[in-house]
């Protein structure tokens, strides 16, 4: 029933190289989210977007960026890959209530090599 | 912001009921508390949020006491495909942006 959709699934490249994890959602919700989580570990908040045109840093500090240029589209772009970029990144959504909770994506598991 | 703390794992049997508690002793007023299942190469899915007192949906039951301090998430006769990890989430949107605080995970385990 997956509403809110990421690919690659799973993607392994070599230092240095550029990459986009894209986001997509059909929901019509105004608000997305971009959280990292490592195995076994909390999930951490990296960037999130109001709507659209609207890009807002997490509580981590990431050194990937984000655009919003459509509402149903959120990508994440990592200009120069490194190891230490080595992760899950889950892309979400929300409605616009503040209690509206979030819808997750399965995910982007990013391996750097 | 709250910081959550939650146990790292628990073990069930199939039929029985599981209360799994969060621990956010700083929870702001504007917080919710929502919990989320996970399971290996997925993302989260939500199960159940609350404000205070007590929310039951399909599947949970969520208590929350009156200082909100914590919060338990009760399962009512959990089967193993209910062996996942369990994560207490507090946060919302303040003045300065969003945040949300997840915990580190309750792995649960129901055996036969």
């Known amino acids: 029933e997956a509403d809110i959709y990421q690919t690659p699934r799973y993607l392994v490249i070599g230092t240095g190289k550029k990459i986009t994890l894209e986001c997509s959602q059909t929901m019509g919700h105004d608000k997305m989210y971009w959280y990292q989580q490592d195995p076994g570990m909390e999930l951490h908040l990296i960037h999130y977007?109001?709507?659209?045109?609207?890009?807002e840093k997490g509580d981590l500090s990431s050194e990937s960026t984000v655009s919003r240029i459509r509402t149903e589209h959120f990508p994440l772009t990592l200009e120069s890959a490194r190891p230490s970029h080595t992760s899950q990144y889950l892309c979400?959504?929300?409605?616009?209530?503040?209690?509206?909770?979030?819808?997750f994506g399965n995910g982007t598991r990013l391996t750097v090599t | 912001l709250a910081k959550t703390t939650q146990p790292i794992s628990m073990d069930s049997y199939e039929g029985q009921e599981v209360n799994i508690t969060c621990s956010h002793n700083?929870?702001?007023?504007?917080?919710?508390i929502t919990w989320y299942q996970q399971f290996p190469s997925q993302g989260p899915r939500f199960i159940i949020q609350g404000y205070k007192t007590k929310v039951t949906n399909e599947v949970a039951s969520l208590f929350i006491p009156a200082d909100r301090k914590s919060s338990t998430l009760s399962l009512p006769r959990v089967s193993l495909s209910d062996t996942a990890v369990y994560y207490c989430l507090v946060g919302g949107y303040y003045t300065g942006g969003f945040k949300t605080i997840f915990g580190a995970g309750t792995r649960l385990f129901v055996k036969a």
């Open positions: 700083n929870i702001a007023t504007n917080d919710y």
């Open positions: 979400a959504s929300t409605s616009s209530g503040s209690d509206s909770p979030l819808h």
């Open positions: 977007s109001y709507g659209v045109n609207s890009t």
